[in-house]
C-alpha cells in the first residue's frame, strides 16, 4: 500500500518546531507535524486553583483550541457556541494529565502552568502534536524559573512526547494524516517518556475491534514514533541531563 | 496484599442486574457491582441527528449522569451549574461509542436509541458498569423493535461489556472499588466483545508511567472480567445466538 | 364514577418507603405512591449561603430532578438545555419553603442541609411526593447531628408531608395518577402539618374555574391525604414525641 | 392595628390605569396600585410555538421583569446574570395560566399573544397588579383584532383580576404595600374571575402555618378586593357584555 | 426635503425631563425626545469592582436595555435569551465612558455609580437621549452624596449631553427619528461637553462612505443640537456653577 | 517628543503580509504591524443568515479573537467564560461593517463571506490591522469565486483599510503601539476608502476631552496612513482596476 504522501508505514511526517513563536507567553513553540501546526505555549501564574490552596504544590493545565479557519470546512467557534464541545474537552483534559504525570508538581511549588495549543491548521494528529510541543514550551517556561532561582529543583523528570498510530486498509501506519485518519478502522494515541515508559493508551475500534496481536503492533510502532519525537525535543532543547536531575546520561 | 473487601485480585465483585427496573423506557436495567449502582436505560426515538438524515442510518447516543447524593461528597448537579463537566463528556462519548461499534447502524434504520446511565450510588467503576449494563438496555430495547418487526434483520452484532483493572501498590487489579482505585498509580478501562476483540483500551498512569509488560498483564486481567460479564449479560438476555446472526453458537 | 386503579375518590395509592436507600448522604428514603417513584435524600454541609454568613442561623434548600427515562416521553435533561426550567424551579422552591416552615433554622445553627428529590419513575403527584419523602430523609438527618451532640435543641417543629387532589369530571379525587390529573380541571397540592394546618395551598384551575364550595370538599379531602401520610411517616421514624420537643404527646 | 398608610384592613391602594401607555404594543397600560408601578402590555404575533402548529390553537405567554432601579435596593438584571430566576419564572407562569383560563384559544386562532409585565416600581403586589393590568392590555389587543375581523368569535370569557391578602401581627389584610409583605407571616395570591369564581390560590405560610378559618376569611377578603377591581376594568374597557358573548348583562 | 415631522433641518424634537420618576434610586428621570423615552437612574453602590478594590478610586458604569414593547416589533428580550447582545454592549461601554470622561473618580472615592437606562418606547436616538439623561440622574445622585457630605469635592467637571446626526437624501439632519434614521446613509453619534469639546465622535456610513466636508458640517450640527440639550440640562438641574468648581460663570 | 520605536509622529510600523497564510480558507493572510500579528482568514459558505433567505443578497460577517498567549498576562479565552465580551462584540461588529460597506452584496449573491481574524500576539492596533488584512483575505476569496464564474459582477467597489491615531503627551501620534496606546489621552480608529472617503471615526477621548482643532489634525493624520496602506495593499493584490469595476485608473 502507498501512503498518500508517499511515506513508509512506519515514518513520521516532516516535524518542525520554532521556539519563541509568540513573545509574552515564558515559553513558546510552532510545532509542524506535516501539514498539522499548532502553537503551544506555557504561561506562569502565580497562584493555584482553589484546591491546592496552601498545599505547596502547583498546577499545570491546557487548553486548546482550533481557529475556525485551521479545517476543511470552517468550525464554528465555541465561544460563539458558548460551551466547550465533548471533543475538546477530552483533548484538554489529556494534555494536561500527559504533562504532569513527569512533572514533580510539589518541587514546581505553588504555581500554575497554563498550557496553550491552538491549532491553527489541522491534518491530523492535532492531540499528538500538541502534547509534543507542549512539553517544549513548558520546559522552556520551567527552565526561565529555574535559571532565575524562582524554583530549587528542577521539577520535570523525562521527555515527554505522543503520536497517533492506526490500521487502515489492513496496514498498520504511524503519524496519520486527516485522509488516512478518516478512513482508519483502528485509532489509537499513545503518550511515552523518554525512558520508553507508557503515560497514557488510547485505542478506539468504533469501526471494527481489533485483536491483541494488532495492539501490540500498533504499540510497537508508537515507540518507534516516539523515540523520534523525543530526539528532536532534545536537540531543540540541547542537553538536558543535568537539569533533570536523575537521568546524568541522555538516552 | 489483601483486598479491602477480601477479594482475589482477579476477582469481580458481586454483580447483580434488576431488569425493566423503571417502566418507561423500551428497556432498562438497574446494574450493580458491589456498591455501584447504576440505572441503565434505552429509549427508541423515531428520528435521528440532523447530520444522519435521509441517510437510512440510525444513531446510538448517550447521557450519563450521577445524581448529587451518589458520592461521598454531595456533588452539584450539572443542570445547577449550566454546564456539563469534561469528565461527564468524556464518559457518555465512551459508553456511545463503545455501543455503537457493535451495532448495525444501516440495519437499526433511520431511529435513535437513547441511553441513559444515571448512577445512584457510586463505589469505583461507574463508567465501565455503565456500558455493561447499557449493553443490556438496549438489547431489550432492540428485542422490542425486532419481535414487532419494526427491523428486520437484528442489528447487534455481539455482545458488550467493561471492566477497569489498574496497579495498586505493585500488584494488578481488577475491578477498582472507590477507595482502591484512589490508592491506584494506573488506571485502566477496557471494553470487549464476547469474541475476545478490544474495542476500547484507555490506560493512564497519571501518578506514574507503565511499561509495556504491565500494560500486557493488565490486559490478561481485563479479557478474565469481560468474558465473566458477558456470561452474566447472557444469563440476563437468554440464548441470543440466533437474534446475533452470524454466531450460532454462543462462546 | 370509577377510577383507573378502582380506588376510592377519597383512597390514597399504596405507599412504600425504603430509608438508607442510598449510602452516602445522612439521610435518605426511596418513597413509592403507587408507580411514582422518588430518591429523597438530605446531606448536611457545614456552612451557609453568604446572605447567612455570621447570623448563627442555618438553611435548608431542596433541588429536585427527573431522569430522563422517568416519563412516558423521554425528557430531555436539564444540563443538557443548560438552564433548569420554570416548572423545576417552581417544585424546588415549593420543596424547600415547606421544610423550612417546621424547622428552627437558628436551632439547626450555621448548616446547609441540601435536600434532593430525584424521581426515577413519575405517574403523577411526584412533587407531594417529593415533600412528603423529603421530610422523612431531613429527619434522619437531622436524627444523627443530634444524636452526636452536634446540635442541642431538636429543631424540627412538625411533620409535613402534602398531597395532590383534583376534580375530574366532576368528582372531586385524592392522589391522582398522571392519567387523572391530565384528564382534571382543577388541579391542587396541599402541603400540611401533623397538627392540621396548611403549610402551602396551591391550586389551579386553569382549564376551569372552581368555586368556593369545591375548594372547601377539596381540602377536606387534603386534610384526609395527609392524615393518613403523617401517620406512616411516623411509623417509619418512630415515636419521636420527645425530640419534637413541644408535642409530648402524638397527635 | 393601624396600617402605614392609614387604609382599612379591607381596604385597596388606590389604583390608577394609563391606557396606550406605549404606542408600539396593540394593548399597553400603566397600572399603579399605591406606589407598585408596571408597564403592562400585549403583543399579537402571527405564529404559534412549536407544540401548537397545525393544531388551529392560540397560545398566550407572558413574561415579567423588573427594572433594575425599581427596588429598595438595585436588583441586577437577569440579561446580565445570564439567567432567569426561579421568582421571575414562577410569576410569569403565573400571569400566563391565570389569562389562559379565560380565553377560548381555539376562538383565538393560531396566533400568539405575548403579555409583558414590566415593573417600574415594586412595592408589593407587583404579580397582581401584573395580572390585572395584563388583562386590560390583552383584551384591547383582542379588541382590535375582533373589529379588524381577524377573529370571529370574541375570545375572551371572563375578566379576571387579582389581589395579595395576609395576614400582619394577627390581622388580615388586603393589597399587602411591601412593608406589610415584609412582615405578614401568611402570603396569599387570589385570582378570580368577575363571576367570584377562583382561577387561582396561591397560600404560604412559610413563618407560620395557618388555619382552615384564616383561609376562609382570608378568601372572602380576596373577594372583596377582586370584586372592587373588576368593576375599575370594567370602567377602562368599557360595557363589553356583548363581547364577551354569553354574559350578556354585566355583573 | 421636508422632514417627516416638519422640522427644519438642524431642529431638535421636543426634548422633557420629569425628574424623580422613580423612587428608589438616589437620581432617576424619564427623558422624552419626541417619541423616545427613556427612564434613566444612578443608583450608588458602596463598593468597587475588584480591579479598584483598595485603590481609592470610585467608577462608574451603565446598563442599557429595551421593554420588549418599545420597539415597532416586539424585541425578544436579553435575559430570555441568556446573552447580552453586541448592540447593547457597545451602548452600555458608550454611556460608561462617557459619563466616566467627566467625573473625576478619585474624588467620587471607592464608590460604584449604577446608571441604568431602559428604554420604554423607542423612536430613534435612544443612546443619545440615555446619556443626556443619564448625566441628570448621575448629578442629582452625586449632589445627593455632595450635600450629605460623603463626598468633599464635587467631582463632576462638566456636563455631558449626546445627539445624533446623519445624512439622509443629500441633507444633513439633527436628531434623527426612527424612519429618518433608517433611510439615512450615514449616521452619527456624538458626545460633548458643555465647553464645546469632543467626548465621543461615531460616524458609519455603512451604506456608503462620507467625505471629510461632510463629516465637518454634522460636527457643527452636533455642537448646535448639544449646546441647547446642555441648556435644558442646566434648567432642570439648576445653577451649578458652584458645585462645578472651576466654571464659576456657566457658559 | 521621542517614540518608544524611533518613529516618527506620522510613521506607520512595519507592515508585512504573507498571504495563503493557512491552505483551507478561501482567503487568508497573516498580517503584522510591527509586533502586532493577526491571522485574517475568508470563508465562503453557500447560504446566509435568515433575515436573507430568498432575497437574492449575500452577507458578510467577521469574527475576532485572541490567542490567550497574545497579551501581556494570559488573556481568558471567551469559549472558557462562555460568553463572548463587549469588547470582541464591537471590533467584530466594526469590521464586519467596514467590509460590507465597500461590498454590492446583490452582486454577490446568496452566499456568506466569513471572515476570522485571529490576533497570535497583540502590540497594540489589533482591530485595525485586523481590518486591513481581512480586506486582503476578503479579496483573494472573492476573486476566486469571480475567476470560477460564480459571481459575475466583481462586487467589491473601493479598498478599504483602517489604522489608529492618538494624541499622547501633547502630540498626535500615527498607528500606536500597545505602550503608546495605554499613555494616549485620545484614542481614534479611522477606517477609509482607496478614495479617501471615510467609512468609519472612532474618537474616544475618555481621559480627556478633544478639540475640534484636534479631530481635524488627526483625521489627516489617519489618511496619510491609510494612503500608505492601501498602496501596500494593492501591491498585493495586483492591479486591480479591472476587477474594481468603476474605477479603471488606480489611484
Known sequence: MNRIDNRKPDELREMKMITDYIKH????????????????SATIEEKVPFFLKNSGTGWITAEYSMLPGATHTRNIRESSKGKIGGRTQEIQRLI???????????????????????????????????ITGAFVALTMAVDKLYNQGKIKVFPIKSYVSAISIGVMEGTELLDLCYEE??????????????RGEFIEVQGTGEEAPFSKEQLLSLLTLAEKGNRELTRMQREILGPIGERIGESKEEK
Open 25 to 40: 507567553p515564558q515559553g513558546s513553540v510552532l510545532i509542524e507535524m506535516g501539514e498539522t501546526k499548532v502553537i503551544c
Open 181 to 194: 485518519d478518516s478512513k482508519a478502522h483502528v485509532d489509537m494515541n499513545v503518550v511515552m517518556t523518554d
Open 96 to 130: 494536561g494529565r500527559a504533562l504532569r504525570s513527569v512533572v514533580d508538581l510539589k518541587a514546581l511549588g505553588e504555581k500554575t502552568i497554563w498550557i496553550d495549543c491552538d491549532v491553527i491548521q489541522a491534518d491530523g494528529g492535532t492531540r499528538t502534536a500538541s
